[in-house]
């Protein structure tokens, strides 16, 4: 007779609810396919690059051979020898980092997901603290909460610019908070490029992070995991490319042990299937405590060799930047174009990243203020309600077969704003977009029928 609980351990029963699993995880499990499934969902949710998965096919493919080695416990659980030397000749080539990095300074892991929560297990204790900016990735509460169990202490700015020196005010404020409420923060977790805003750090801002660190004793952990994702958007031609925390020169602004930098393949290389990323550091005591947990976070060795050989092939390397920066470009014009055309607002400015994040509460806007106006006339709280709408407006979207990223996921301070995904195959783009318009349009039609 089965158990109707399961039997699980305490942790093992918050896992097992149904509120637990990934919504993704239902849509990647019957995704569209032209042929074999045109009822199937579009993915604008997940950020995956498949722009250019033909050149990678074809690369991995030709160059791609095993060798005994691989078949064994090879170097141990923090990769090969081999991709740990060409990480480091990469990073060094394409990170421009003050001081050059070496093989020894580089942790692989199973995905840049992994990299982060190696990196939590090793800096914080149960209930310590990481400063982050809002809106965030939507999976650093799950990287950083599920198994390290930290806090994410959520910093919002307001109507100042979240990529000004401005914002160090508020760092502050919301340390100060934390710690008044017993929290101790260990870590300030820099997205740069910004994932979901698609923008840059400026050199003197990083450097601002970096004094605010040094002055609260802070580790500095920046994801870079969309480095080379950076291209030219016309609207916004004055917008800063990228600066990886390496490159600045660290000397009388932070003590070195405490910047920790992330990267893997999945982002730029369109590749999250590989899984395989990287934590670089100097910090000889943090390298040796994940050295000792990579057991749980080691990469296959296949994905390690199949890394290796590409990131190794300098002309194959430089060809496929250039044109995945050009292709990105392309499909954001075309994106923000559509958006426009429907008066979609967007956050402009951005030439990083994979992604717009846009407004949909927009084309909705008679439905929302008739929402705030009956919580008024009830005296309840907008906040919960325009939730309530932003929840419901997803599973519309899910219904039509459409799926975007929600905005409360990402932290966001204010409803309705989804987070799409446009580095795809044009048709397949402009199919999830027309789904996306369609689900709008029957959310307002309902809205209006259940009004009557």
Request: hydrophobic share 40%.
């Amino acid at each position: 007779m089965a158990s109707l609980n399961g039997n699980l351990s305490q942790r093992g029963e918050v896992f097992a609810t149904p509120t637990s699993k990934m919504p993704m995880l239902d849509v990647v499990n019957d995704l569209w396919h032209a042929e074999t499934n045109s009822d199937g969902y579009i993915s604008l949710g997940v950020a995956e690059n498949t722009l250019m998965h033909k050149e990678l096919i074809e690369h991995m493919t030709k160059n791609f051979s095993l060798d005994s080695h691989a078949l064994t416990a090879g170097d141990g659980f923090t990769g090969s020898h081999r991709l740990r030397n060409t990480l480091a000749r990469f990073i060094n080539h394409h990170f421009s980092p003050f001081e050059d990095i070496i093989k020894d300074q580089v942790i692989v892991t199973s995905g840049v997901g992994q990299a982060i929560e190696l990196s939590g297990f090793a800096l914080c204790d149960k209930g310590d603290g990481f400063l982050l900016a809002r809106p965030h990735y939507g999976n650093f509460p799950i990287d950083l909460g599920y198994r390290v169990e930290a806090k994410i202490i959520g910093v919002s700015f307001g109507d100042v610019d979240p990529f000004s020196i401005e914002t160090i005010v508020y760092y502050e404020k919301a340390l100060e908070e934390a710690e008044q409420q017993g929290i101790r923060v260990r870590v300030f977790l820099l997205c740069n490029p910004h994932n979901p805003l698609g923008r840059c750090y400026t050199p003197e801002v990083l450097k601002a992070y970096m004094q605010f660190c040094q002055k609260h004793n802070l580790h500095l952990i920046s994801d870079e995991v969309y480095a080379l994702s950076v291209w030219k958007n016309p609207g916004a031609p004055d917008a800063p490319d990228f600066t990886s925390v390496l490159a600045i020169n660290h000397h009388d602004l932070i003590d070195r042990d405490l910047i920790h930098v992330l990267w893997g393949m999945g982002k730029d290389f369109g590749s999250c299937g590989i899984r395989i990323g990287c934590l670089i550091s100097r910090n000889e005591a943090f390298l040796r405590a994940c050295e000792a947990n990579s057991y749980f976070s080691g990469p296959s060795s296949l994905a390690d060799l199949a890394t290796a050989r590409v990131l190794a092939d300098d002309a194959f390397i430089e060809s496929y930047i250039k044109t995945n920066r050009l292709r990105l470009a392309e499909n954001y014009e075309l994106t923000t174009k559509f958006l426009g055309s429907h008066q979609i607002p967007y956050k402009e400015g951005s030439n990083a990243g994979l992604f717009v994040w846009a407004d949909l509460f927009q084309p909705l806007r008679a439905q929302v203020d008739a929402t705030l106006q009956n919580q008024k006339e009830h005296e309840e709280g907008s906040e919960e309600a325009l939730r309530t709408l932003e929840t419901n407006l997803q599973e519309t979207f899910l219904k039509h077969k459409i799926f975007l990223a929600l905005g409360a996921d990402f932290g966001s301070d204010v409803p309705g704003w989804f987070r799409i995904v446009f580095a795809h195959e044009k048709s397949y783009l402009h199919l999830g977009l027309e789904r996306m318009i369609k689900a709008i349009e029957a959310f307002r039609g309902q809205f209006e029928e259940d009004k009557m």
